[in-house]
Nanobody, 125 residues
Framework: QVHLVETGGGLVQAGGSLRLSCAAS????????MAWFRQAPGKEREFVAV???????????GSVKGRFTISRDNAKNTENTVYLQMDSLKPEDTAVYHC???????????????WGQGTQVTVSS
């Protein structure tokens, strides 16, 4: 069992920055691949970025590559923190951002087993 809690969302002007955090806890949390997804009103949930268990492998959606940075702090085996640094934000980045964990997937939303409740990011023009 993995418990995920996101923080750091808010309202920002276009061109600004936000840093999201995902507190992940559980006995085996360090064995999970972690990712960020987002869902805008009326749209399906979409992949944003993913990071492997060790942090050595990372992949971004084309729409955020070069602007967003995912990282991971595995200081404790049972408590990990995953970050999403978001720079040069655009109005189209407005969405609820969710943290997720998987042992078998990568960028496919269907293969993620655990999800956080989400944090709202709103980018004004």
């Amino acid at each position: 069992q993995v418990h995920l809690v996101e923080t750091g969302g808010g309202l920002v002007q276009a061109g600004g920055s936000l840093r999201l955090s995902c507190a992940a806890s559980g006995r085996t949390v360090s064995t999970y691949t972690m990712a960020w997804f987002r869902q805008a009103p009326g749209k399906e949930r979409e992949f944003v970025a993913v990071i492997s268990r060790s942090g050595g492998r990372i992949y971004y959606a084309g729409s955020v590559k070069g602007r967003f940075t995912i990282s991971r702090d595995n200081a404790k085996n049972t408590e990990n923190t995953v970050y999403l640094q978001m720079d040069s934000l655009k109005p189209e980045d407005t969405a609820v951002y969710h943290c997720a964990a998987t042992r078998t997937g990568w960028s496919s939303v269907d293969l993620y087993d655990y999800w956080g409740q989400g944090t709202q990011v709103t980018v004004s023009s």
